[in-house]
């Protein structure tokens, strides 16, 4: 039985690896934690877990989940999508009786709204529910995985249909300093955008590449989200992002020219000049020296365009790229073809 919050003596993680013959898969990018003083920091910087109850995503060999359950958590589910890990997670259940609850699926599929009890909901405005997510996410899922939450987030549904579920997850040192890069650094990106208009967002500390096994190339950021109680941006969710994303297209040029792409060829400089003037944002600005209220204003300003012309948010600059190269091979590949028929 666990007394106290504490496990009872188990194997090492080491030992874990050993005994299941557990190897990192390089192609899932999987590096495993088995310093016990950094997976007990991680769940620090998550806050007080008394009681509360988590999802773990990407358990592994279980590291994290060791420091979760000394926690006192009230209950911990664990979403494990390489199934060479569950016995070794089984064998933390049993360690926790009636605490873990073990899913062998996969995080970006899994139906995080059906994760915990109802009456665990809480409003919007209120304090954050005694939910919490936390991972040791592989970087090959990372970014896909905290733009889909970001969704969430705008979307009040998924993990977030319990109130503003907290999250503490681990990214590339890179991505998570563009997660918390502020206007000007060269460092701001879409990414920096599109979570710091929903959330707080705090860069907790770093873990060096060498904690890790197998050691990865770069270095390790533990990130902190909470949403906001209100948006930055009052904008549907896809069309920030796609904003944003344009904008951000051509980071080393004028921000026009990634505003630009928001527009048909057809009438592209007018509508650029006139959304510009709208949202009275300097053109000549690069994309990293846009504040967050220039991008309230560049979306809410795309908005109103959107609303006057219902087939403008549907074009795609990619689409009429590719149809536009398309063109130009058929016309190249038509003389050659009444050539050979000559």
């Known amino acids: 039985m666990v007394s106290a919050g504490h496990l009872p003596p188990l194997p090492t993680i080491g030992e874990i690896i050993k005994l299941f013959c ?21 769940v620090r910087r998550a806050g007080n877990l008394k009681d509360a109850h988590v999802c773990e995503v990407g358990p592994g060999p279980g590291g ?13 589910l664990l979403v494990e999508k390489d199934a060479r890990f569950i016995p070794g997670l089984q064998m933390l259940s049993e360690a926790a009786p009636g605490k873990v609850r ?17 009456h665990l909901r809480k409003m919007w405005q209120d304090d954050p529910p005694n939910v919490h997510i936390i991972g040791n996410l592989p970087f090959s899922v990372s970014t896909p995985l905290i733009i889909k939450w970001l969704e969430n987030v705008s979307n009040r549904n998924g993990p977030f249909i319990y109130g503003r579920t907290q999250m503490t997850l681990t990214f590339q040192k890179e ?16 990414l920096s955008i599109m979570s710091q208009h929903l959330c707080t967002v705090e860069n907790c500390f770093i873990i060096p590449g060498r904690a890790f096994l197998p050691k990865p190339e770069v270095d390790v950021a ?22 944003v994303r344009s904008v951000f297209q051509f980071r080393r040029k004028h921000c026009w020219r990634g505003v630009g792409i ?52 549907a074009y795609n600059y990619r689409d009429e790229l590719r149809d536009k190269l398309k063109s ?4 190249h590949l038509k003389p050659m073809e009444e050539e050979v028929e000559l």
Do not use: W
């Not at 557990?22 to 991680?42: E, G, H, P, V």
């Not at 994290?64 to 911990?76: D, E, Y």
């Not at 073990?102 to 109802?118: C, K, N, Q, S």
């Not at 130009?328 to 016309?331: C, G, V």
């Open 22 to 42: 557990l190897r990192a898969k390089k192609q899932l990018s999987q590096n495993f934690l088995l310093n016990l003083k950094l997976t007990d920091k991680i």
């Open 64 to 76: 994290i989940t060791r420091s979760i359950l000394n926690a006192s958590v009230a209950q911990l």
């Open 102 to 118: 073990i899913v062998h699926g996969d995080i970006l599929t899994y139906r995080m709204d059906r994760a915990f009890p109802e």
């Open 175 to 190: 991505v998570g300093e563009r997660l918390i890069a502020s206007t000007g650094s060269k460092q701001r990106s879409r």
């Open 222 to 243: 533990v990130v902190h989200f909470i949403p906001l109680v209100e948006p930055k941006i009052q904008q549907p969710f896809k069309l920030v992002e796609k904003v």
């Open 262 to 313: 928001l527009f048909p060829e057809a009438d592209r400089l007018e509508k650029t000049e006139q959304l510009m003037l709208t949202a009275d944002v300097d053109p000549t600005l690069q994309p990293a020296q846009l504040s967050m209220l220039h991008f309230k204003s560049l979306c809410d300003a795309y908005r109103k365009m959107c609303d006057e012309d219902s087939s403008l948010f």
């Open 328 to 331: 130009k091979r058929d016309r």
